[in-house]
């Protein structure tokens, strides 16, 4: 059985290294486990019975310590930089025609209302979201 577990624990580890997702390694440390019992008993229930028993209680230890240390603040994108701004309607904004402008940052964006209201050209309103490629908007920002 040394030759078994030493195939599982090197195929957990290749296909930990190709996916880098945490989706094998336990298996790795409870094959490492069932390899050491290897050592010491030719008794092939004990020797599984330890691999999944540390499977388990290394991905219920291990997982939530290492995912709490990978985990990334999330960045926002360049398009999300805009929600919550200001923004000048330059051209007026009309659900109905599907048309409408603004300028936020310097920058063109086709624009839609929130509400569906028309809102004229020259008017200041708040980025509510982003839709596809247009700005939701609204005159008010609590609407």
């Known amino acids: 059985m040394i030759w078994v577990w030493i195939a599982v624990i090197v195929i957990a580890i ?19 486990a069932a390899l050491a019992a290897s050592f010491f008993t030719d008794n092939i229930a004990i020797q599984v019975f330890l691999f999944f028993a540390v499977s388990i209680a290394a991905l219920a230890i291990i997982y ?25 309607v330059t051209e007026e904004i009309s659900n109905i ?11 063109i964006w086709s ?20 839709e596809g490629v247009k700005l939701i908007v ?3 920002e609590n609407n």
């Open 111 to 130: 624009a839609r209302s929130k509400n569906g209201d028309t809102i004229s050209e020259g008017t200041l309103v708040h980025v509510l979201k982003i």
């Open 97 to 107: 025609d599907a048309k409408g402008q603004v300028k936020v940052d310097n920058q």
């Open 64 to 88: 939530p310590l290492a995912k709490k240390s990978l985990k990334t603040d999330y960045v926002k994108t360049n398009a999300d930089r805009y929600v919550g701004k200001l923004a000048v």
């Open 14 to 32: 290749v296909v930990e290294v190709i996916s880098a997702q945490l989706l094998s390694i336990w298996f790795a440390v409870g094959g490492a």
């Open 138 to 140: 609204s005159v008010n």
